[in-house]
RNA sequence: GCGCCCAUAGCUCAGAGGAUUAGAGCAGCCGCCUUCUAAGCGGCAGGUCGUUGGUUCGAGUCCAACUGGGCGCGCCA
């Protein structure tokens, strides 16, 4: 349980008891900055007591009797302006050990999200290559958003869209078109501006040459485009399917644009919009300062996202009269909404970081601001080797595929290090430093808390029979023996993790769970250690059966609470290092 | 020029509008292995939370302006 969810409620009743009607929403229930203040920090006081007509501090005193009676409470203060802390007794932490012990990883489950159904859209590479390490990071992130949304009781749709209309994909035909050329011995020499120069399309080129043989040889592109397309995509949405294996990761839906598009969504989309006049043919300013060298003025049909906050009305046809690839962006976002998705979120490279507002705008007008869109930009990977700077380049094609690096450090490493920064911010990843088996690794130092963990139950297992070591027979056992500080400073962490998940869900912050995850293997390791300096601190006392047993709810409940963690991320726990 | 993101210890970064004392890790200094993995742990030292205003009982957190950095800027996706 959300120890802090439970207390909320508690306090909300109270106050209710007391002859209030006051509207508690705004009131926050949390862990105090300072551990000294106590183990729950209530601010009720200043947020309601204008409503009630009092002082804060007056109506913390009013409060304070009633609440120090609650249950497992023993000590309830009023402090600085209003706050009201709760101490909590023992019995309550053993109460949450023996939870976490009967729920095992499952433990951080929550109905928070009361089945409500979100679509998270992430990867969506073009299918023009394989995913390379900037792709990776939003899998992971979006993954990991979407798992975190999942443990919520949210109804999760993981989805991938696939960019299998318009110019990248014809640029994308013509490379394979030449690379088959080449497969049949023709010289090509150098490939033309404007296409694909990626050494994998030789083998695409190359796969073309024997299942069709000369059949293209000689043919005006009218006639081979569209056949050589349609293989290519599938070739390239199976090297990207395959990165995505690699990963762990698997799509609910992959949505195609060029089905979106056949079926007509676009116009229906358009429609739609005009039907609210938010489409009209005008002429944009040219942006200021930074002239394109071939700008002219011309009038363009636009869709008026300023009604929606957006900075300037945008395109939504070329001058040829095809539509944008925003056209096309309206048309699936709605899409995603009629197949009855009330949250969408999107996860973009920071590259894209201009379109979000449009997208924005779009979705405001399409649901009647029914629906919401978020947007977590993913910025940079910095690569590096051993403090070497790992540049790549797109133009010359020899950007690092992200199946390298996998089959390099390895997926468990990739996945946790993408969420070692807040999405926003740039990730160094350095193939040396990763994977390093010291502290400061964070992937070796959360797996090695677990390892740890896994190697104590084993060497208990020499003293003990299988079925006292189970988590049933754990929970049940004499946890009262758990009596020093920092053991049950520990329980006191791992009971916060249902907080960690709730809140990392509602702001759809995955990094949160690899942050937290650090801490509580900080916590596990300094309470090792402190066994290495005082032997009767050990996890495993001899002759000391109750006692033991008590430690061993605590690291198995541990390792549980780690597990729970890693499987958000999407990282397997070891159960040793070598 | 405009928009978005960012600015917190020497470095890399956390930080759900709250409390006299803003936290980790690295680097620096001092310690801890006869041991369940020392692949680890403890301690010391280190800060005008970019600047200036504003809102509030209260601001690292919200708002505005400014300074500095990243990304982007009509008919690419």
Redesign the pocket.
């Known amino acids: 349980m959300n120890l802090f969810a439970y207390f909320h409620d508690k306090i909300a009743a109270e106050i209710a008891a007391l002859g209030f009607a006051l509207d508690t929403s705004r009131m ?1 229930v ?1 862990p ?3 551990p ?3 183990d729950v ?1 209530a ?1 009720a006081a ?2 309601l007591a204008k409503g009630a007509g009092m002082k ?1 501090r007056d109506f913390a005193e009013k409060l304070r009797p009633r609440l120090a009676k609650l249950d497992h409470v023993t000590a309830a203060e009023v ?3 209003g ?1 009201i ?1 709760l101490r909590l007794d023992n019995e309550f932490w053993y109460a949450r050990l023996a939870e976490i012990l009967r729920v095992g990883p499952a433990y951080g489950d929550s109905t928070a999200g009361q089945g409500r159904t979100v679509n998270v859209e992430y990867v969506s590479a ?1 299918p023009t290559g394989p995913m390379h390490v900037g792709h990776g990071r939003g899998a992971v992130v979006g993954d990991a958003l979407a798992a975190l949304l999942h443990k919520t009781g949210h109804a999760v749709t993981r989805e991938y869209y696939v ?1 299998d209309a ?3 994909v014809d640029a994308l035909a013509r490379s394979v078109y030449l690379r088959y050329r080449q497969a049949l011995g023709e010289t090509v020499g150098e490939i033309p501006e404007g296409l694909y120069l990626g050494e994998y399309l030789i083998d695409t080129g190359a796969t073309l040459a024997q299942r069709d043989g000369k059949k293209w040889l000689g043919k005006p592109e009218s006639e081979w485009l569209a056949p050589v397309r349609e293989f290519a995509i599938e070739e390239m949405l199976t090297l990207i399917r395959g990165d995505l294996e690699r990963l762990g990761i698997e799509f609910d839906v992959f949505a195609s ?1 060029r089905k979106l598009v056949k079926a007509g969504a676009i116009e229906h989309a358009i429609a739609e919009l005009e039907k609210q006049g938010l489409i009209y043919v005008g ?2 300013e040219p ?4 002239l ?1 060298d ?5 009038p ?1 049909t636009l869709f008026r996202s300023t009604a929606f906050g957006d ?1 300037v009305d945008r ?1 939504i ?4 009269g ?1 539509w ?3 056209a096309a962006d309206i048309a699936y976002h709605w899409d995603k909404y009629k197949r009855g998705f009330a949250d969408l979120i999107d996860v973009w490279g ?8 449009r997208m924005q705008a779009v979705v405001k007008a399409l649901t009647q601001g029914k629906a919401a869109l978020d947007v977590k ?1 993913c ?2 990977v910095n690569l590096s080797d051993g403090g070497q700077p790992v540049r790549m380049s797109k133009r010359a094609g020899n950007f690092v595929m992200l199946r390298d690096v996998i089959e390099r450090v390895g997926k468990d490493v990739v996945r946790f290090v993408m969420l070692t ?2 999405n ?5 990843f350095d193939f040396a430093k990763v994977v390093e ?4 690794n964070p992937v ?2 959360v797996q ?1 808390a677990h ?2 963990a896994r ?2 139950m084993r ?1 208990a297992a020499q003293h003990f029979g299988a079925d006292e070591l189970t988590p049933t027979a754990l929970a049940h056992g004499p946890l009262n023996l758990l009596a020093d500080a920092d053991e049950i400073a520990l329980v006191r962490h791992l009971a916060q993790w249902p ?2 998940v ?2 990392a869900a ?2 759809h ?1 995955p ?2 769970i690899a ?1 937290y995850l ?1 801490e509580i293997a ?1 916590s596990f ?2 309470l ?6 005082d ?1 009767g601190l ?3 006392v001899e002759g000391k059966r109750d006692l033991t047993r008590a430690r061993l709810a605590l690291v198995q409940a541990v390792a549980f609470v780690i597990a729970s963690g890693l499987k958000v991320i999407g990282v397997t726990p070891a159960e ?3």
Do not use: C, I
Request: neutral net charge; without cysteine.
């Open positions: 926050s949390e105090p900055r300072d000294a203040h106590g920090s601010n200043m947020v804060p402090a600085g302006p706050f802390n073009n960019n318009g110019a990248q644009e002429t944009l942006p200021k300062g930074m394109p071939d700008w002219e003025a011309r363009q900075d395109p046809k070329k001058v040829d095809s944008t690839y925003f920071a590259d894209h970081g201009g379109y979000v507002k930009l910025q940079l920064r807040r926003d911010q740039t990730l160094d088996q010291s502290k400061d070796f130092y090695y390892a740890r190697s104590v060497l907080r960690t709730e809140g509602q702001m912050e990094h949160r942050f650090q900080a390791h300094a090792w250690n402190k066994g290495n300096a032997a050990r996890f495993v040793e290092l070598r």
